[in-house]
């Protein structure tokens, strides 16, 4: 579940400068969440309208927000808080809190007459971008890892249907009985099933079962009770007592939803966690016979307060009891109501399509539409003036060249006149042809069905709006072609229409990959071995769409004629994974094989983390990411994340991000470079197709003919790095052929080894790092005589090379920015620096210290070869400044804080050592740079 906050703006708000006013900004807490607004300079009445999103994991849990002063010199002045319940938001209308004011409160209870002003906020719960409805957020999103038991084998939720018929009690009820008790809601009438809890209790063999009344907390606003009993023993548990809380979401006579958290002391570890099951009750399908139906969807998670070793072992020993007692549940329930067959009831996009009725229209209809037009007509009328004017004119004489039976032209206007008469037949003759073959194709691939397991993409085509005209009749006959995966589906042919109305649905055989676009043409059909003419093209990306949006959406059609007439086409697209997370699983195996590495499945939060980076859709997840350098005219470091679909890249140096992703099907080609004199490391370089990926223009090194090229290189390993890239690239773009070559080219004995399974950890501005001073000096020379050390000059190749650095090298400072400048070095290290060799690539920003005089350099750099040098990035600054230009007195101070990208339990050693070895370098470097500077005068 998935909370989104627009903070946007405040009144009255205290004055705590001198000046008479303040410098509002606002931080929001949920749990260990945090963000904070941009700062508003000399105002009582701030506008900020900034949005932010939180991750709910817990419906109890209460929204912060903290109004503070910010103050440059000392500690940020307190202006005011708010508390919202995060079960306002889920008991609101729309699960949305509209813009409203909240009154500021005091920090302390003595200071309730202090006015603090309002704030005015929005809330509202939403997924993905896109609000859903509730019911979607806490069957899917209230767990990081969700967990569906049906009633039934045949989907992940129940649809069951009463046998009582419309007149008679609710069917809500029939279910909801299984949560009544001495006490019942107004809601929860006790019906004939209500003693269904007892019987399931008895069933599982619970013993000591006690249950308190129902009782009214929060003001009314929430209903719960506590029932305790003893559970039975299992194989692996002896019998334990257990306390289960039960709490009322929601209970509108319509919908139901009941949390469940259970506790469980007594067990190992028993006070570490507690396992939560939510239960939900909507009204289902509508059937046949009228009846109404409901459907249940009961979902569990295990909620973690302290962590253990043994999380793998409670998690699946909670699954083998949920999935024992659900099917006993399931049994009973079957028992009391009547389940419906879920492929007769269907789910809500088998109910969206049974709405489509397409119904084929006459051929005499169609046939009236396609030749009831002036050009048909004036063509029957010339034929029938011509027919009763030969039946009613005279033989004429033979003359000149004609002979009984052959009647010549005997003047210009008969010539005329044949000529047309000649013409209409024809146009006839081919209307006439195109109709008859057109009917061939009237149907296209329209009903049928999908087959195998895997993604599947249904595609609804509802109809097309202010399509171009092209025919001589100023309407077209459009159908639609639909690309997806290599594959094909065509609709029906429209006649003479610029408005047409297909209503029908179009299924893809199921794909192992997840499909990343679907490419939409409409065509004006003139014929089978006519040209056709484009009535304007779309492009649907997967990656950038929410398929929610998708489920009914409008598409704007492109091209010329499109865009002059502004067509557009109504679509509803569905993609769903039958074989769940089964698939990933699947998938990464098969990429293991490829690249001759251990692939593990990442973790929810990871997962969560690499989607709300680059903003994708939930089903995308996270298979790899490696730190390299993007070589382009002011080169950056950070990493690069892999996906089943996208190639991303992230950096953020200096407060300056750079982040962009493209999909493996917009790469034409991929080349591995050799580390060479001019690069000293190997580098991968990937082109794109002409005009695809533009949105990532601004991570390109170069472009050539409308096609992008990326350098990457400085992998910490390289070969790993190339094998991954390669694998998933040629999964999805390359032919068969292609395919066997490259594994042919790249085939070759690997030792499966593990990888590191890391929490992932998203790259942060280096401003905010932990900077330690490593080394402090005062040295006696002018200021301009010491920057020679990062002049790329003699002095600093010498000093460089004296320290341990070896071949090093650096490029010229080139500028983005006024008073900006930016370079990279690299060098190798010496048996003195490091015992295992290894070598270092960095990028440095000098920029003049603020009010000062003096120069500021900023450093982050990448270890390549150096044991766990991929786990971290190292971020040096150097701040020189000029105490006393004429005695020739500078002032040194280094600061290092070392920036980690993945986990490790060596972490503390690691930075123990860095900055140590550092440390001694540095203070060296400054030794040998004042020596050198102190010979040459």
């Known amino acids: 579940m998935r909370l989104t906050v627009r903070v946007i703006g405040a009144r009255n708000l205290r004055a705590m400068d001198s000046n008479g006013f303040s410098d509002p900004y606002v931080k929001l807490q949920l749990g260990k969440q945090r963000f904070k607004t941009k700062v508003i300079k000399m105002n009582l009445n701030p506008t900020w309208d900034q949005e932010f999103s939180f991750l709910v994991g817990d419906v109890r849990d209460v929204l912060k927000f903290y109004v503070y002063d910010a103050d440059m010199l000392g500690i940020d002045d307190f202006l005011g808080l708010v508390r919202v319940p995060i079960e306002d938001a889920l008991a609101a209308e729309n699960f949305s809190l509209a813009t409203r004011w909240y009154q500021l409160l005091p920090k302390g209870k003595t200071d309730k007459a202090v006015d603090c002003g309002e704030i005015c906020v929005s809330i509202s719960l939403e997924t993905a971008g896109a609000t859903r409805s509730w019911s979607d957020d806490l069957a899917t999103e209230l767990t990081d890892i969700q967990r569906n038991y049906s009633l039934s084998s045949q989907s992940t939720g129940v649809s069951i249907a009463s046998a009582y018929n419309k007149s008679e009690s609710s069917k809500e009820d029939n279910i909801s009985g299984y949560f009544d008790g001495d006490e019942v809601p107004a809601e929860d009438k006790c019906s004939e099933d209500s003693n269904f809890r007892q019987t399931v209790v008895e069933l599982q063999g619970c013993t000591d079962f006690k249950t308190e009344p129902w ?265 639609v072609v639909f690309t997806c995966n290599g594959k094909t589906k065509t609709s029906s042919i429209k006649f003479q229409t610029l408005e047409p109305q297909w209503n029908e649905i179009f299924e893809f055989d199921a794909m192992e990959d997840p499909p990343s676009v679907m490419n939409v043409h409409v065509y004006d059909f003139d014929g089978p071995f006519d040209e056709v003419t484009s009535l304007g093209h779309a492009e649907i990306n997967f990656v950038k769409s929410n398929l929610s949006e998708l489920a009914d959406v409008w598409i704007p059609l492109q091209g010329n004629l499109a865009q002059s007439w502004q067509s557009k086409l109504h679509l509803r697209i569905f993609l769903n994974n039958s074989k769940g997370t089964g698939m990933v699983t699947e998938y990464l195996s098969k990429m293991e094989k490829e690249v001759g590495k251990k692939m593990t499945l990442r973790s929810p939060r990871t997962n969560t983390a690499f989607q709300e980076l680059f903003c994708l859709p939930a089903e995308e997840f996270l298979i790899n990411s490696f730190t390299c350098y993007l070589k382009r005219k002011l080169h950056a470091q950070g990493h690069l994340f892999l996906s089943p679909r996208t190639i991303g ?195 440095q920003l000098k920029s003049p210290m603020p009010n000062k005089k003096g120069w500021i350099i900023e450093e982050v750099m990448e270890l390549q070869g150096v044991f766990l040098g991929d786990f971290f990035t190292l971020h040096i600054k150097y701040q020189i400044e000029d105490l006393a230009p004429k005695q020739k007195v500078c002032n040194v101070q280094v600061s290092l804080g070392i920036e980690w990208s993945k986990t490790t339990q060596h972490r503390k050693r690691i930075e123990k050592n860095v900055l140590s070895s550092s440390s001694a370098r540095l203070k060296e470097m400054f030794n040998l740079s004042s020596r050198e500077l102190s010979h040459v005068r």
């Open 215 to 479: 009782r009214v907390d929060n003001d009314g606003e929430s209903l719960k009770r506590v029932i305790t009993y003893t559970t039975a023993p299992s194989k692996l548990v002896k019998a334990v007592r257990a306390t289960e809380e039960q709490s009322y979401l929601k209970a509108d006579g319509k919908e139901y939803s009941v949390l469940l958290s259970v506790s469980t002391p007594d067990v190992p570890c028993g006070t570490y966690f507690r396992t939560e099951i939510l239960f939900r009750i909507m009204p289902g399908p509508e059937l046949d016979s009228e009846q109404q139906t409901s459907h249940l969807v009961i979902s569990w998670r295990m909620n973690f307060f302290q962590s253990t070793m043994l999380k793998g072992m409670i998690e699946n020993g909670a699954r083998q009891g949920l999935e024992q007692n659900y099917a006993q549940f399931s049994d009973l329930l079957s028992q009391k109501v009547k389940p419906v067959d879920v492929e007769d009831a269907g789910s809500d996009k088998e109910q969206i399509l049974a709405s489509l009725q397409g119904g084929q229209e006459s051929d005499w209809k169609i046939a009236f539409l396609y030749f009831c037009n002036l050009g048909v007509l004036s063509s029957i009328f010339v034929v029938l003036y011509v027919t009763l004017h030969v039946l009613r004119v005279n033989s004429s004489v033979v003359q000149g060249f004609e002979f009984p039976g052959l009647d010549l032209p005997d003047s210009l206007s008969e010539i005329i006149v044949g000529g047309l008469l000649f013409l209409q037949v024809q146009h006839i003759f081919k209307k006439i042809t195109c109709f008859v073959q057109a009917r061939d194709q009237k149907v296209g691939d329209h009903g049928v069905k999908a087959q195998g397991d895997g993604w599947l993409l249904t595609v609804a085509l509802i109809e097309g709006s202010k399509l171009a005209p092209v025919d001589a009749t100023g309407f077209s006959d459009p159908y």
């Open 649 to 843: 890249f992230y950096s953020s140096m200096f407060g300056r991000k750079t982040k962009f992703f493209f999909l493996w099907e917009d790469i034409e080609d991929i080349q591995a470079i050799p580390q060479s004199l001019s690069s000293w490391s190997p580098s991968i370089v990937i082109t794109l197709h002409k005009g695809r990926g533009m949105d990532a223009k601004h991570g390109a090194k170069s472009m050539e003919n409308g096609k992008l090229r990326f350098h990457l290189q400085s992998f910490a390993s390289f070969s790993v790095a190339n094998r991954t890239i390669m694998a998933l690239w040629k999964a999805r773009s390359l032919s068969t052929e292609f395919k066997v070559q490259i594994a042919e080219e790249q085939s070759q004995t690997c030792t499966i080894q593990s990888e590191d399974s890391g929490i992932f950890v998203g790259v942060e501005d280096s401003k905010s790092l932990q900077m330690t001073e490593v080394f402090s000096s005062t040295i006696s020379t002018n200021m301009a005589s010491l920057m020679e050390v990062f002049d790329g000059g003699s002095l600093e190749m010498k000093v460089m090379d004296k320290v341990g650095c070896l071949n090093y090298s650096a490029t010229q400072w080139e500028s983005d920015k006024p008073d900006e400048y930016q370079r990279q070095i690299h060098y190798k290290f010496s048996k003195k620096l490091s015992p295992v060799g290894g070598e270092a690539t960095g990028t």
